[in-house]
C-alpha cells in the first residue's frame, strides 16, 4: 500500500522513539477511526489508514482494515516499494481507479506487488510546512475514485487530520516546555539556597572581625568604618535571608516563625534602628517604639520586618529626608508603622508593591532583590497579621504591619492573615 510524498527539503532521519511518538500522537485523534469509517463507505475501498512517512520509513499509524491487508498500526513497508518517490516529485495526491488498465500504472511494479487496483493517497502537510505522512486507501477491486469530489473530501480529511495533529503537538510543546521551566525554576532556586547558605560562614567572620575593630581602636573614623563593616554585613545577610526565604517559599514550604514569649520587644526593634543609624548617620531616624508589654511573636522575624520596611523606606523616601518608626499595641494588636515622605506610590502600582521581584522607584534606584516587601507581608501573614500601605504625595508612604498579640488567636489560627 503505497503512499504519496510530496516534496519536502531533506532533514534529519526520524528516531523510531520520534516516530513512536508520532504514531501516539494520531491514535489520540478520537474522530480518526469515524474519518477511515467514512472514507471506506463512501469509495467502497475496504482498506484506509494514515500512514506516517520518513526519508526512510513508511509506517502505519490508524488502519481501517477489511481486507486482512496484514498491516497494523506501528507495521512499516519497505519505503521503495511504494509510490512515495513519484508523488514526492509531482508534490501532488496519487489517484488510480484501476491499476491493470491504467495506462501509467499497468506495468508499475507497486500495484503488482500489494496487489490492488484503485489506490488514493493524499499528504498530510502541517501548518508549518512540515511533511507528516499520508491519509490512503486501497482496494483489490476497482474503484470510482477519480471524481473530484472524492479527492477533494480525500484532501479536506488530510488537512482536518493535519490541524488536530498540530494542536496536539503544540499543547505537547507547551507542557513540556512548562515542565522544562519548572525544572530550570528548582534548579535555581535550589543553587540559590545553596549559595546563600555557603555565604553565611565568611560573612559571620567578616561581621565579627567589624565588632572586633570597633572595640578595639580609638579613632574616630576608624570607628565609623568598622561600624560601617558591621551594618554593611548586616545588610549583606539579610538579604541572604530574603533569598533564601524565597526559596524555600516557592518549594512549597511555609514561612518559618517561632512563637514564643518575648519580654522587651522594644529592645529589638530599639537595635534595628540603631543599626540602620550606625551605618547611615547623616539621615534621621525618628523613632518611637513604646509597646511596653510581653509580645508573642518571633522576635527575629519581627526585626526583619522592621530591617526590610526601614531600609525600602532610606531608600525610597526623599534623599534627605525624615524617616519616622513607631511601634505600640493596641488594642490586640502589635502595630509597627515606617512612614517616609518624598515621591508618592502611584496608586496602580499599591497592589504590585509586595510581589516578589517587584521594585518600583521613581528616582530610579533599582538597588535590591525586590523580595523584601514580599518577605515582609508573607511574615506578616504567618504571624496571622496583615501588612498594609498608603501613599500619597500630601500624607507620604507608610507601612503598617498589624501582629495579633492573643495568644489564643495565635495558637487556634496560626499562619492566617485577617482581612484589613
Known amino acids: ?163 488536530q495533529l498540530d494542536s496536539d503537538m503544540s499543547r505537547e510543546r507547551d507542557q513540556t516546555q512548562l515542565r522544562d521551566a519548572q525544572a530550570a525554576n528548582e534548579l535555581r532556586e535550589q543553587f540559590i539556597a545553596i549559595l546563600g547558605h555557603e555565604l553565611r560562614n565568611p560573612l559571620q567572620a567578616v561581621y565579627s572581625a567589624g565588632a572586633l575593630l570597633e572595640k578595639k581602636v580609638t579613632d574616630p573614623a576608624l570607628k565609623g568604618v568598622a561600624a560601617r563593616i558591621r551594618v554593611s554585613v548586616r545588610r549583606m545577610t539579610s538579604l541572604i535571608n530574603d533569598v533564601l526565604d524565597f526559596a524555600r517559599a516557592r518549594h512549597g514550604e511555609a514561612m518559618g516563625v517561632r512563637i514564643v514569649e518575648v519580654e522587651d520587644i522594644d529592645a529589638g526593634l530599639n537595635a534595628v534602628v540603631r543599626e540602620f543609624q550606625d551605618g547611615q548617620p547623616d539621615r534621621q531616624i525618628l523613632a518611637n517604639i513604646s509597646v511596653t508589654r510581653r509580645v508573642r511573636c518571633d522576635l527575629g522575624r519581627v526585626q526583619q520586618v522592621a530591617s526590610n520596611l526601614i531600609g525600602n523606606a532610606l531608600k525610597h523616601g526623599a534623599p534627605e529626608g525624615l ?37 518600583e522607584s521613581l528616582s530610579g534606584n533599582r538597588e535590591g532583590l525586590g523580595l523584601g516587601l514580599y518577605i515582609c507581608s508573607q511574615i506578616v501573614r504567618a504571624h496571622g497579621g496583615t501588612l498594609s500601605v498608603t501613599s500619597s504625595q500630601e500624607s507620604g508612604t507608610s507601612f503598617t504591619a498589624r501582629l495579633p498579640l492573643d495568644a489564643d488567636e495565635l495558637d487556634q489560627n496560626p499562619g492566617k492573615a485577617r482581612p484589613h
Open 323 to 359: 524617616v519616622k518608626v513607631t511601634a505600640q499595641a493596641e488594642d490586640s494588636d502589635l502595630v509597627l508603622n515606617v512612614w517616609n515622605g518624598g515621591e508618592p506610590i502611584p496608586p496602580e502600582n499599591i497592589d504590585k508593591i509586595c510581589e516578589p521581584f517587584w521594585r
Open 1 to 163: 500500500m503505497p503512499p504519496s510524498f510530496p516534496h519536502q527539503p531533506a532533514g534529519p532521519r526520524a528516531t523510531a522513539e520520534e516516530i513512536a511518538r508520532d504514531i501516539a500522537a494520531v491514535n489520540r485523534l478520537q474522530a480518526l477511526p469515524t474519518l477511515l469509517e467514512v472514507l471506506c463507505e463512501i469509495t467502497g475501498m475496504r482498506f484506509a489508514a494514515v500512514a506516517r512517512v520518513t526519508e526512510s520509513t513508511w509506517t502505519a499509524c490508524a488502519v481501517k482494515d477489511d481486507i486482512n491487508f496484514g498491516l497494523a498500526p506501528g507495521g512499516q513497508l519497505d519505503l521503495e516499494t511504494t509510490l512515495c518517490i513519484e508523488s514526492k516529485r509531482s508534490n501532488a495526491p496519487i489517484v488510480i481507479e484501476q491499476a491493470s488498465t491504467d495506462n501509467r500504472y499497468c506495468n508499475h511494479p507497486t500495484p503488482k506487488r500489494y496487489k490492488f487496483e484503485s489506490y488514493v493517497s493524499v499528504p498530510i502537510v502541517l501548518a508549518d510546512g512540515r511533511y507528516f505522512g499520508n491519509l490512503c486507501a486501497v482496494d483489490p477491486a476497482p474503484a470510482k475514485v477519480a471524481d473530484p469530489k472524492i479527492v477533494g473530501m480525500f484532501t479536506r480529511f488530510a488537512a482536518l487530520i493535519a490541524m
